[in-house]
């Protein structure tokens, strides 16, 4: 598996906003997902009917913050969850909560690297 980013979500404490911003400046189709969470999708790359992208790129979210100091989150694609959680904490990076599973999507860990900068771990669903 490659260890790239696949996944990212921008936080915002107006969503209309920057709906408008991003779809104006680059095209980016935003959708209230559906579901009982206030999530967005953004398609930066047409995807099909199991929202696999159609072609190269990244698609990602955005949600309403409920705090300031969120930032923009990238998701880098792995084998094992647990085994990458291991391998953050003994490289001096932190584990930020607990992993948590996304229905249909698979299971997630945010974490800090050592220099406190943010990013987000994915294991995938194998289908």
Do not use: C
Request: charged letters at 25%.
């Amino acid at each position: 598996m490659d260890h790239t980013p696949v996944h990212f979500e921008i936080p915002t404490n107006n969503v209309e906003k920057l709906k408008k911003f991003y779809s104006n400046l680059f095209g980016w189709k935003i959708e209230k997902s559906q579901g009982p969470l206030d999530y967005w999708t953004i398609e930066t790359v047409p995807v099909n009917e199991q929202m696999k992208p159609l072609r190269p790129g990244i698609n990602g979210g955005m949600y309403k913050s409920e705090y300031q100091n969120f930032k923009q989150i990238n998701y880098i694609s792995v084998e094992n969850i647990d085994d990458y959680i291991k391998e953050v904490e003994s490289l001096g990076g932190t584990i930020q909560g607990e992993k948590k599973q996304v229905p249909n999507v698979g299971w997630i860990a945010h974490a800090l690297d050592p220099e406190g900068n943010p990013f987000a771990m994915l294991q995938p669903i194998k289908v």
